[in-house]
């Protein structure tokens, strides 16, 4: 619980980059009863449809866990774009565009927001229903700042409603310039997180970077070089049971998208209540498919347990 009330801690300075809007730090959706996981089966590069109950194996601490209900593509989904726009990820114009048709994929249903980033994480379009959003307010960053970590540690943050699961996209080269958080922070949110988190590396190699521990503030380092975050965003998405994804260019934005939405939405949700294992601490998962063969699953490597709160009388 240590980790937990470290974030606690900081919470309230990362609050004021979205203008003092404020939320309690996320666990990772995992209650005194149940516990929810996201899981992603392919093969190849198809994601696998029809699985039950009885055609996954689900270890908690390496104790064999009864698998009590799949859930699958129905459940709505809250969409958390994060986008750079600093100038090394593209012109306006085209990310623009890309927003437009990123969100047209979007169902009735589903809700979005979208952070971008320039002095501070600017909530430009807060969370709305499916639909066109108003793009004349992503604006380029000024000052050439980046705040990368930031970004994706806030929509991290967010706790969706028990009907809904939570996807964050986040575009950028992983280049940070004067981000609050450090890398090591970012992992520590991921693990305590109930979001799946993606991230679309976008024109990888541009730059030469200075490459920092990500411990100490980036804002030390703003005069001229930006710190290669790529090492932390990668344990982000593992942790989470995300992906890393690489595009040339914003132009290409949309498709790596639909094809993320396409495999979050035949991915599938496994309940199980814990048996056999101490509710607290940090429990390893593990879920295979024994029977399946050629199979590919993708999901988080854990989740970080509570103790029960007894009743007050």
């Known amino acids: 619980m240590r980790g937990v009330m470290a974030v606690a801690g900081l919470c ?3 609050s004021v980059l979205l203008g ?6 996320p666990v990772f959706r995992a209650d005194v009863d149940t516990v929810a996981v996201n899981v992603s089966v392919k093969r190849g590069n198809n994601p696998v449809s029809g699985l039950t109950p009885h055609d996954f194996r689900l270890y908690d601490n390496d104790v064999r866990q009864r698998v009590a209900a799949v859930s699958q593509d129905a459940v709505p989904v809250d969409i958390s774009f994060v986008i750079d726009l600093s100038p090394s990820v593209g012109d306006l114009e085209t990310l623009r565009e890309a927003v437009r048709r990123m969100t047209g994929l979007l169902r009735s249903t589903d809700r979005f927001r979208i952070l971008t980033m320039g002095n501070s994480v600017v909530n430009a379009v807060p969370w709305q229903p499916a639909g066109p959003p108003d793009t004349s307010v992503v604006q380029s960053a000024l000052g050439h700042i980046s705040l990368v970590v930031d970004s994706a540690l806030l929509a991290l943050l967010h706790r969706s409603d028990p009907d809904r699961r939570h996807l964050v996209v986040a575009f950028t080269d992983g280049q940070d310039i004067c981000s609050v958080a450090t890398g090591d922070t970012l992992r ?4 305590r997180s109930d979001a799946v988190f993606h991230w679309i590396n976008i024109d990888p190699g541009r730059w030469n970077p200075l490459r920092g521990t990500g411990v100490e503030s980036i804002c030390r380092n703003y005069t001229h070089s930006p710190i290669d975050m790529s090492r932390f965003f990668t344990d982000a998405t593992k942790l989470t049971g ?3 994804r690489a595009t040339t260019s914003s132009a290409t934005m949309t498709s790596v998208f639909d094809a993320i939405l396409d495999d979050f939405r035949r991915s599938y949700i496994l309940h199980f209540v814990p048996e056999g294992v101490s509710r607290e601490g940090w429990h390893r998962l593990r879920v295979e498919l024994p029977e399946r ?3 590919t699953v993708r999901t988080r490597p854990g989740y970080w347990g509570t103790a029960a709160v007894p009743a007050v009388r």
Do not use: D, M
């Not at 003092?20 to 730090?25: K, S």
């Open 12 to 14: 309230c300075a990362w």
């Open 293 to 295: 063969q050629g199979y």
């Open 20 to 25: 003092g809007q404020t939320q309690a730090p």
């Open 188 to 191: 520590r949110v991921a693990e």
């Open 242 to 244: 995300g992906s890393v």
